[in-house]
């Protein structure tokens, strides 16, 4: 079940044994992707995953090295399920399309809260069944885009006239031109239209 403001959220626990551990976004999206594609069960009544650093750990409070084996946090999180023509993914972090940080069209999806050194959408939660999305009028001169890009290091960059942030259980891109869509930090494919679903508890992490 999905969170609700002010319901207590994770709990502390130790990591069991036998426990996967991906050591970044990439990797837990890459176990993520190989087991849907296998067709097995990875919600929250099946394999659970943990994750030794990225951004979804550092949204959990966690991603720092050498926590496993060892006192942990343990929650259930959503995925995102990306779609673009007839391809199929997941990400469980964010996931970013552009040709320029610089220039032209932005769009950043976020699960996690954080983007690298980047607090990209302060009010994120992984388990609030919501994408937070915040595009890039194509008009933002590169000034602006620096400015912006310097306050969103302690996540001020928001409320802005050029920064669109909505927050959903889905959301539907369309770009004037292709843009180069990057899950989870791995550049995915090329596309005009990307179609992206919140999975509501869909996995059980520890970080």
């Not at 992707?33 to 296998?38: G, L, M, S, Y």
């Not at 991603?63 to 946090?73: I, L, M, N, Y």
Request: proline share 6%.
């Amino acid at each position: 079940m999905t969170i609700r403001k002010g319901e207590q959220w994770g709990e502390t626990v130790e990591s069991p044994s036998d426990l996967h551990v991906a050591p970044d976004d990439a990797a837990a999206r890459e176990w993520v992707v190989r087991h849907r594609n296998a067709a097995h069960d990875v919600g929250q009544h099946g394999t659970q995953l943990g994750l030794g650093e990225g951004d979804l750990a550092r949204t959990m409070g966690g991603g720092r090295p050498g926590r496993f084996p060892g006192t942990v946090t343990r929650a259930c999180v959503d995925l995102l399920r990306v779609t673009a023509g007839d391809d199929t993914t997941w990400a469980v972090a964010h996931v970013v399309a552009r040709r320029s940080w610089w220039t032209g069209e932005v769009l950043l999806a976020m699960n996690a809260q954080f983007l690298g050194p980047y607090d990209v959408a302060p009010r994120s939660h992984p388990n609030d069944g919501r994408v937070d999305v915040v595009r890039v009028d194509s008009a933002m001169s590169w000034r602006a885009r620096a400015h912006a890009r310097s306050r969103a290091r302690t996540g001020s960059h928001l409320p802005h006239p050029q920064l669109h942030a909505t927050s959903g259980p889905t959301h539907r891109a369309e770009f004037s031109r292709p843009l180069v869509v990057w899950v989870d930090g791995v550049r995915w494919r090329t596309a005009s239209t990307i179609d992206i679903t919140v999975e509501p508890d869909a996995l059980f992490v520890y970080a």
